[in-house]
Every structure is written in C-alpha cells, then in structure tokens.
C-alpha cells in the first residue's frame, strides 16, 4: 500500500462563486460573475450561482460533512464583493463576519484553512469603474483587500493564497470572452496576467504582515503537462509555445522574475502588445513564496496550425478515457509535471490545491451515489504524485476538487466534481462513494492498490 510522508495535508477545496450562494445577503456587492450569468448564451441552462449550493448558509452543516470525512485542511475561496461591496473603499463587516465564523467552525473541528483571495469573482464595480485586471488601478485595490481580509482573519489563518489560475482569469476572461466579464481582446489578456502577478507579489507583504512568523503565502497555478502530437520539429515548438502560454508565463516571473522571451516576443509579434512592467513590477513578483498550488486535471497534447491567430497550433484529443468535461484521465503528466516542477523551479513546498473529476452522477432511490470513476481517477492521480514525492518533487499536501457538486462556471450545473453529492433542487448532500473511499485514505495516510 503506498503510504504518504507523515504530516501529509489531505483536504478538498471549493472557490466562493461556486457554493456560496446568497448574492444578495447581508450587504454583498455584485459581482462580474454576477453580471455575466446574466447574460443570455453564457452560462448552459441559464444557470446562476444565486443559490448554488447555499454554503453560506450552510455552512456549518457542511464542515459539520469534512469533519464526517477527516479532511484535515479546506480550501476556500474569500469574495471580495462580500468584504467590499464596492472594491474598494467601505468594508462591509457582515461580510467578513461569516469568513469568521467558518474559519473558527473549521478550526474547532481540527480542520486547518487554506483560503484563497481570488478565485474569480471580481467586484463589478471595479470592472465599471476602470475596466478591471487591464488596469493597473487593480493593483492597490487587490492589495488593500488583502490587508483587510487578513487584519480580520489573520490571527487564525496561516496558509493563504493569493489568486487561483490567474491565466484563466486573464486569458478565458479578457481574450477569449469565455468567462466573465467576457472581454474579447488578446491584449487586455496579456495586461491582465501582468496586473494579476504584480497583485500577488504586492498583497504577499500586506498578508505576512498581518499575520504571526508562521504565515505561508502561496499562489494556485493551473499546469499542464505538454505533449507535441507528432515527434516533427513543427509540432514539439507547438508544445514548447503552449507550455509557454500556460505555465512559463506565470512560473518565470514568480520563481525566475522574468517573462518567457519566446512568448513575450511572440504577443509583441502577434498582436502588438506587451507586458506594461514598471520599475520594482518583477522583483516584487519574484519575491519568494512559500509554497506552490498546483491545480491539475488533464494534459495538453498539440500540434502546430498555422491558421490558428497568434498562437498558430491546436489541441488534439488522443484516444484515451475521458471525463463529462472531455478533459483526458492522464495521471502519468501530473507525475512529470511534478518532477519537472521540482527541477526547473525547485520551489520550497509544492500542494496540489485542485485535482478531480466530473462524470455524471446519480443518487440510487435508496440515496446513495456510486461513482466508481472518480475514485478511479482520484485514486491513479494520488499513486502518481507518491512516485513523484518517492523521485523527490516537495509535494505536502492534496486538495481534492470539489468537496461537493456545484456551480462549474460556464457550464453551469450540469458538471458534478464533487466528493459529495447536492440535490440543488433542496440541498440535501449525500457523500459520494468516492468521498467515502477518499476518507478512508485519509484515515490510512495512503491507499490500496485494488
Ligand atoms: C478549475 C477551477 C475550479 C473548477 C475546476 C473544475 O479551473 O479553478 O473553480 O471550476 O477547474
């Protein structure tokens, strides 16, 4: 049975758009998922997080549910829209007040916080106000919530992390129009990752300083392992520019302060534009973190197109199994990646902060959920990160996604990740299969092999 170093961190994460629900409860601001859901043609179903999976006020229910399971850490995600309804300016200590008392229910059930400042939902006023991550207004605003956020919560919380996949932030939300606010614009993609990785460099002083010696600071990334399709020259600088788009563009600058050059000369070529970087912009990125979050679900596999726009390649699918996402079970790319991470980058910690699964779930009349898949692939994914820590790779901890089914963004609720089942007709949860079995690996510290 592999069994995991001592002190090994099993959690399941969440992200606050995604479970809280209550949009409008006790002052919360909206927010630019708010706005987007709204719009006809963006979210399947015409689904909303209005309600989702109504955390907030459930919430001691369902840390009544980790304890259930053992989870030994929680991953979630701070709303700025809840903390300052407008952005900036007053803070709304109704808001903050029910981060308070989730993180003490955790505490009291021995469950250690990991929250995240950014998971996505921006406050819309901001995004009125100067258009959002493009704007380096962001910056101070970022940095000021930080600070209030963790004057609050600082005494008892002492693993943060800044923002969660900010290239999805960035790029899905400025260039692509595929997440809020929807902007469809590469060179606003590129000023946004710029804004996201200067916020987190500046707000990591705001949280150790308000908060005691033993504050880790820490960033969520989402890589991807890259493959070229064929073996040709064309196709493995394909997968040399994807891993640069993906994973060099925000692991240079954090561990090595500095952009990729090949991809900051190809958005120059492409589309004109680059990084706006001010004097000071790259030292306080590159400040050292305390650990690295990895979010990981699937590899990339591409082959060079030259009529794809700028980034003149493609994704290709690979026989293979497959998730409800389409997203191919590949858990041999989580190992090299994490081997790989340690030997670029050496980082000092390493967490998988999301990995999971969507498959489509049922409960039995009888109430029960069997989801043999994803204990499956949760199951693949925790053997191959033994052999990475076994080859040396500094990975501490796992968050599985998701503790429970909720809001999958655009695709709305139609995508269940969750560990834990929710009926969102009457918010009944009922544990999973998979959840029970992640339990018992928690209890044995490692899994069997059947
Ligand atoms: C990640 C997000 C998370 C969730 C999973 C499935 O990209 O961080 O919120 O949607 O994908």
Sequence with gaps: MPVFPDGFLWGAATSSYQVEGAVSADGRGPSIWDTFCKLPGKIAGGDTGDAACDHYNRCHADVDIMAGLGLQAYRFSIAWPRVLPEGVGAVNEAGLDFYDRLVDALLAKGITPYPTLYHWDLPQALEDAF?????????????????????????????????????????????????????????????????????????????????????????????????????????????????????RWFLDPVFKGAYPEDIVEMYRREIGTEPDIHDGDMAAIAAPIDFLGINYYFRNVVKADESVPVVKMRAVKPEGEYTEMGWEVHPESLYKLLVHLKEAYNPPALYITENGAAFTDRASPEGQVSDPRRAAYLRAHFAASHRAIAAGAPLRGYFVWSLMDNFEWSFGYSKRFGIVYVDFETQQRIVKQSGAWYAEVIKQNGFDHE
Excluded: C, K
Excluded at 148 to 170: C, I, K, Q, Y
Excluded at 200 to 207: E, I, R, V
Excluded at 218 to 241: K, N, P
């Design 131 to 247: 258009g959002g991550w493009p704007s380096r207004e962001i910056v101070p605003a970022f940095v000021h919530y930080a600070d209030v956020v963790s004057r609050r919560l600082g005494d008892r919380v002492h693993n943060w992390m800044t923002l969660n996949e900010p290239w999805v932030s960035a790029f899905l939300g400025y260039s692509t129009g595929f997440h809020a606010p929807g902007a469809n614009d590469p060179a606003l993609g590129v000023q946004a990752s710029h804004h996201l990785l200067l916020a987190h460099g500046q707000a990591a002083p705001a949280l150790r300083a308000n908060g005691g010696a033993q504050t880790r600071v820490g960033i969520a990334l989402d890589l991807h392992w890259v493959d070229a399709a064929t073996d040709s020259e064309a196709d493995r600088a394909a997968a040399y520019r994807q891993d640069g788009i993906q994973n």
